[in-house]
């Protein structure tokens, strides 16, 4: 935690993506509710949103264990700004280390 004043900020973790396995990212994905939030970042106009701007019938608690997931598996980076904690797609990077798999995302039917 960084300390600042006498509240503290929330340092979020991003993995390396080459220590991603394709197992991790499609474990990732295999939930609907982190492809909804998945897409749901995708489709933002900012390039950012954070996990009250998604509209899930979901506790605080598991919406933040969704948000993790996608962390841990290379698909998101998170930064706080203020109160919020923003999130934006790895695109690129998550391109390189596994071609194709984010236009599958994005084009299959919900």
Known sequence: MVSIGSMAAKEYT???LSQVTLNAALQALSDPARVTILR??????KGEI?????????????????????RDAGLIRTRVEGTKCLSSLRR????????GLLRLVES???
């Open 50 to 70: 954070s996990c009250n701007e998604i509209p899930l019938q979901l506790s605080k608690g598991t919406v933040s264990h969704h948000f993790e997931a996608l």
């Open 108 to 110: 299959e039917v919900v």
């Open 92 to 99: 690129e990077e998550f391109e390189e280390r596994f071609p």
């Open 40 to 45: 749901a970042v995708i489709e933002s106009e």
């Open 14 to 16: 991003h993995p390396e």
